[in-house]
Structures are given as structure tokens and as C-alpha cells.
């Protein structure tokens, strides 16, 4: 009776290991993708005020005569540009998913690699015995 | 970047400290001194257990207890796997009539090998000298 090989069980655990841990790098990711594309809430609509009539406006009497009055001051115009947005939301943007899938690809690369390199540095694979023996022993068998 | 040489630098020590191992493979053939022992009471071994001491260490049963299925004094060949490249690899078999019992120990023979660098060393397939040969009998008493 040949004794069992303390390095297959190892093996097969890196081997889950990775799997487990690309899984773990990959699917937040994935998850995240989906709250971006997400419809969170009605945007405004703009379709009531464009569809009102601007002949149909009354003159608004409260309006002021001065033209000076009705200019922006330079101090609004500046809150209003802090108040604009400064654009869609980092993971709607197709940089970041390329640099997501670059992450992922190589974080899996990193794992396999490093099972790879393990199983290197351990020696390899042990040849497989020849049929003709009567028996393969030692290490890794 | 500050941190780029530092886990270089551990990575490197983890290689150094790992090792790289190579497999070295022994093949050992295994034998009868046909002037002490006949086909007839080679065919009554029961058990065969081979010892591995020196540069690495070892024990395991042979297949087949060590009659090769005809009771000749010519067992076969098994295969040795090991990392060890230096040192001198102990071989000692030990061939029982019945359960593993010094009462029922039968033969013993023993080899040494110097180990090498070699990725294998086999026994000459022409000559018997080098065989691990079972050439010490031993007489079973009250063995069940």
C-alpha cells in the first residue's frame, strides 16, 4: 500500500484558493457595473417647461427697468459654477472599467502565477512511475 | 514606488527561503540471494517493508510481497523519489513469513547509495552486485 502524497491535497487547496479569490476580485466588480447602469430616480423633467409657450407668459410686472439690474453679478456666477455638476460618476466612465478589467486580469494572473511558481519551487510534479516497477515511493508519491 | 524595492526585496528573501527543489529518482532493484533462500520459502513472504535512512528518510511496503508473484529470487525494480542531491541514502529491507513480528522477520538485505545531483541512478540492469539483495536469513519461529 503506497502512502498518499502530502502534496496533492495541498494542491488542490491553492487551486480552490485562486478560484475563490479571482471570484472575490471579479464579482464586486461585476456588482458595481450594475449599480452604475442602475435607474436610481426620474430626472427632471424638462419637458413641461418646454412645452409652455413663452408668448403665452405674462409680462411679469415686479420686473425691473434698470438692465444693470438684471445682469449677473460676477459673486453668482461663481456659486453657480461651484453648484455645477463636474460630470457623470466615476464608474460610468470607460477608463475606469478598462482599468477595473486590467486589475482583475491581473490579479487572476497574480494567483495563478503564484500557484505556478509554488509548485516550481516545491520541485514540479513528480514523474509518473513506470508500470514496469513494482512500486513509485517517496516524495510526492 | 517607495514601496516597490522593499517588496522586491521580500520577495526575493521568500525565494531564497523557499529553495528551489529538484526531484532525484533512485531506481532499486530488488533481490534474492538465490544461495540462501529457493523459490519455495521466497514464496512464503508475506510482508515486505523497505527502510530509508541517511539523506532522506522513509519507510513503505512493497507490492506484491516481494515474491513477484513466481517465488524467484529476481523481485523487480522500485523507484525512489527524494530531493536529497548529497549524503548517502540507506536502503534496508525486511521480509516477514507472517505479521510484522521479529518472530517472523524472514531476510533482510541493505544498500547504501551515494546521493547526487543525478536526476536518476539506477542499478545496473546487467549485474547484481549493486541490487538491494535480501541476503541476511533469519529463521521464524512460532509465527502465525
Known amino acids: 500500500m503506497r502512502p498518499m502524497s502530502p502534496l496533492a491535497p495541498f494542491r488542490k487547496w491553492t487551486v480552490r484558493a485562486g478560484i475563490v479569490l479571482a471570484l472575490v476580485v471579479t464579482l464586486p466588480l461585476v456588482g458595481l457595473r450594475g449599480v452604475a447602469h442602475a435607474d436610481l430616480g426620474d430626472e427632471p423633467s424638462s419637458k413641461t417647461s418646454s412645452a409652455t409657450d413663452p408668448s403665452q407668459v405674462s409680462d411679469d410686472g415686479d420686473k425691473p427697468k434698470d438692465p444693470s439690474l438684471l445682469d449677473k453679478k460676477p459673486v453668482d456666477a461663481a456659486a453657480q459654477k461651484q453648484q455645477a455638476p463636474v460630470g457623470p460618476p466615476f464608474y460610468e466612465k470607460w477608463q475606469f472599467w478598462v482599468l477595473a478589467g486590467v486589475v482583475a486580469i491581473a490579479a487572476v494572473g497574480l494567483v495563478l502565477g503564484g500557484i505556478a511558481l509554488s509548485n516550481n519551487l516545491g520541485g514540479g510534479d513528480v514523474r509518473p512511475c513506470n508500470p514496469q516497477f513494482i512500486g513509485c515511493f517517496g516524495e510526492g508519491r | ?144
Open chain 2, 1 to 144: 514606488m517607495r514601496l516597490l524595492l522593499p517588496a522586491l526585496v521580500l520577495g526575493a528573501v521568500a525565494l531564497g527561503a523557499a529553495g528551489c527543489s529538484e526531484y532525484h529518482y533512485y531506481d532499486i532493484r530488488v533481490a534474492y540471494d538465490g544461495s540462501m533462500f529457493n523459490p519455495n520459502n521466497i514464496s512464503q513472504v508475506q510482508r515486505c517493508h523497505v527502510f530509508v535512512t541517511g539523506a532522506d528518510t522513509a519507510d513503505f511496503y512493497l507490492e506484491g510481497n516481494c515474491t513477484n508473484g513466481a517465488a524467484t529470487t529476481n523481485v523487480g525494480v522500485f523507484e525512489f523519489a527524494t530531493f536529497a542531491d548529497s549524503g548517502t541514502l540507506n536502503f534496508m529491507i525486511r521480509t516477514y513469513v507472517g505479521v510484522e513480528f521479529d518472530n517472523c522477520l524472514f531476510g533482510t538485505g541493505t544498500k547504501a547509495i551515494p546521493a547526487t545531483a543525478a536526476t536518476t541512478t539506477a542499478d545496473d540492469p546487467n549485474s547484481t552486485a549493486d541490487d538491494l539483495i535480501v541476503n541476511m536469513p533469519s529463521t521464524p519461529t512460532n509465527c502465525i
